[in-house]
């Protein structure tokens, strides 16, 4: 059995004292959320923090106020299960319910946050093991070794951001707030991720993610279509998140399509919007941009499937999410 290693809790009530925690805990410090992803890795090793700061008890973290005419927010420590069920959520944004109800099981959507979806660590078949494999494989550079065994002349981590709500919250335009002791930032959660997987974000890591901040919907439209092996529970191995606004006469006035589960950082097919704005969403053009994806999506192998099969079905897979946005 996998224990977890020894460590302080601590469990703040006010975002101050929780970002003040932080700050004395310095490097050794962590937040956690619902401990979905945390605590496993602290039981492989992967991330050993001494200090574990809750953000559960945080009131201002557990709150969803707005709606899509004005625009949402989200507290970052709403669980899963929570915006699922949300009534306006599932009035006025419906997409980000049904994304959610795809990641993992309802037991652990319970726990699991969407502050903590957003930040998920990145995923890698040589990483995601136990002590014992990795050091058998004498570690990777993700972790305690410096070798990447998925492309071993590479300088860099290709662990893959593996969270879906991150490519919806892209293309939709979401910015987040980031508190720490030196104050508080909005930052547009496009500019959130970085493509390297080990150093996978733009967020220092004594700032506490409090909300994330949706856009007033003004009539654009939004989906997203998951690739996985099992569809009770499993990672993304492709995501696919499309938004298109429209104009009263059918022509798409804007339009981004962002890819997930194939790179550290989720993917901006812009060629994909460039053939979309200011045309028709006729069958042509949707191919011609789920081609667009296709050339741009080089996934590796270092998650399920295989990684050329895992790069065709971007065509599939953007197909059917501009198909689904036509009907809307
Ligand atoms: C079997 C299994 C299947 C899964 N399947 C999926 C899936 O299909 N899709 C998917 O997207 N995910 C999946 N997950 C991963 C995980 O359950 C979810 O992503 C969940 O949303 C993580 O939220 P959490 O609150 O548990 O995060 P935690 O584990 O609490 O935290 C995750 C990371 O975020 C940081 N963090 C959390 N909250 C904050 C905050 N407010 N401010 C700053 N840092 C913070 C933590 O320090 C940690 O680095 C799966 C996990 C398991 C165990
Ligand atoms: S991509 Fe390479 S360095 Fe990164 S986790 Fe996988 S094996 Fe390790």
């Not at 994304?99 to 969407?114: C, D, E, H």
């Not at 494989?137 to 593996?162: L, R, T």
Request: proline share 5%; hydrophobic share 40%.
């Amino acid at each position: 059995m996998m224990r977890l290693p020894k460590f302080t809790y601590r469990v703040p009530r006010v975002v101050a004292d929780a970002v003040k925690m932080m700050g004395d805990a310095g490097p050794e410090g962590q937040f956690v959320a619902g401990g979905t992803d945390l605590y496993p890795n602290m039981k492989r090793r992967q991330q050993t923090p001494k200090t574990v700061i809750s953000v559960t008890r945080l009131k201002e973290l557990n709150q969803i106020t707005g709606d899509g005419a004005g625009g949402l927010r989200i507290g970052a420590g709403v669980s899963l299960t929570d915006i699922c069920e949300h009534t306006i959520i599932n009035r006025d944004y419906p997409f980000i319910a049904e994304a959610a109800r795809t990641i993992s099981t309802p037991i652990l959507r319970n726990m699991g946050t969407i502050g903590g979806n957003l930040l998920l660590d990145t995923r890698c078949n040589y990483y995601d093991q136990n002590y014992e494999w990795r050091k058998g494989i004498n570690f990777c550079m993700k972790k305690d070794g410096e070798v990447c065994w998925v492309a071993p002349g590479s300088s860099k981590c290709w662990a893959v951001q593996s969270a879906d709500l991150v490519p919806l919250m892209v293309a939709m335009g979401a910015r987040v707030r980031l508190v720490s002791t030196l104050g508080e930032r909005m930052v547009e959660a496009a500019g959130l991720y970085n493509n390297d997987g080990i150093d996978y974000l733009h967020k220092r890591p004594d700032e506490l993610l409090a909300s994330i901040h949706l856009p007033p919907l003004n009539g654009w439209r939004a989906t997203y279509k998951k690739l996985r092996r099992r569809g009770a529970f499993d990672f993304p191995v492709l995501g696919v998140a499309a938004r298109l606004d429209m104009d009263a006469d059918g022509t798409v006035k804007d339009a981004r399509i962002i890819l997930g589960g194939i790179a550290p950082a989720p993917i901006e097919v812009k060629e994909a919007a460039v053939l979309l704005i200011g045309h028709a969403l006729d069958r042509e053009r949707m191919e011609a941009a789920a081609e667009a994806c296709y050339l741009k999506a080089r996934p590796l192998d270092n998650t399920d499937f295989v990684m050329n099969w895992r790069k065709q079905m971007a065509r599939p897979y953007v197909l059917r999410a501009l198909e689904e946005l036509q009907d809307k």
